[in-house]
Structures are given as structure tokens and as C-alpha cells.
């Protein structure tokens, strides 16, 4: 007998991005890589640079579908105390910096009597909260490049 907390069969999530924006993006990127690829006067370089930018914002898409559902899916619950919220009200947009662009999302934020405080839950099941707006990899980006000794 195992002690996790693991479902067994989880239902798959389905994100309306893959079937929407990925097959113009196969289109888009394949005439870019094609055209790269006879252009005489681009390098491998070139090909990277295609590459880099022809995902980025399928990817921005997916992160922004895939962070509002699991915004949508957090309990209105006091991240701190772990109190039932009241007062909740919902719809509260705010964009947000990741690495792959900014991402707009729709929260729900609601007032912990215990904290006295209002509270986004979405925010902390996110790695949002205190973050001033930029998601964990972009906090992570910036410590490394301030992390880097300068050379003169």
C-alpha cells in the first residue's frame, strides 16, 4: 500500500491552443525554415533565430490557456492560513511577465478574516504572488544575470 496522493487515472487537459494555433504555426514555421534554408547568404544562426521566433508566442498561448486553468482550478482558500476566503469576487485581470512574452490572467481574489488581508490564491498556486508581475522563470533570468561578475 503506497502513501501518495497521486490519482491513478488522471483525465487529460485539453488546451483549445494545440488545435486553434498549431497548424498555422506548422505552416508559418515551414515557409521561414524553407526560406532560410535557400537563402545563400543565412547560417545556422539564421536558422536558430526562425526557430526561436516562430515558437515563442505558440508557446506564450499554450502558458497563458494552461496558467488561467489552473488559475481557474484553485480553491478560494487563504494561501497563507489556509482559510476559506469571503467577500470573493472574480475577474480580476492582471498581465503578467514570463519568458515567452507577457500573459494576461483572470483571478479571484477574496478577503481572509484571519490575515485580515485580501488574498489572489491563483496567485501563490502560481508562483505569483510578491512577484511584482514577473513569473518565477523570469525572477530566476534576472537573479542569474545580476549573479554575473562584470568585465571591464
Known amino acids: 500500500m503506497t502513501n501518495t496522493c497521486e490519482i491513478a487515472d488522471p483525465t487529460p487537459q485539453t488546451f483549445s491552443v494545440l ?11 515551414q515557409a521561414g525554415l524553407a526560406r532560410s534554408v535557400e537563402a545563400s547568404d543565412q547560417t545556422l544562426g539564421h536558422l536558430e533565430e526562425q526557430l526561436l521566433r516562430g515558437t515563442l508566442d505558440l508557446q506564450r498561448q499554450l502558458l497563458q490557456e494552461a496558467a488561467q486553468k489552473k488559475a481557474d482550478a ?3 482558500r487563504c494561501p497563507v492560513c489556509g482559510r476559506a476566503l469571503s467577500r470573493c469576487t ?3 485581470a492582471r498581465t503578467f511577465e ?3 512574452g507577457p500573459i494576461a490572467l483572470r483571478r479571484t481574489r477574496g478577503w481572509c478574516a484571519r490575515c485580515r488581508q485580501w488574498r489572489f490564491p ?3 498556486a502560481l508562483g505569483l504572488a510578491d512577484t511584482a508581475g514577473y513569473s518565477p522563470s523570469v525572477q530566476e533570468m534576472a537573479a542569474l ?5 562584470v568585465f571591464g
Open 19 to 29: 488545435k486553434t494555433a498549431l497548424p498555422d504555426w506548422v505552416h508559418r514555421l
Open 74 to 76: 484553485t480553491p478560494p
Open 90 to 92: 472574480h475577474d480580476h
Open 98 to 100: 514570463t519568458r515567452f
Open 122 to 124: 491563483a496567485d501563490a
Open 145 to 149: 544575470a545580476v549573479s554575473k561578475p
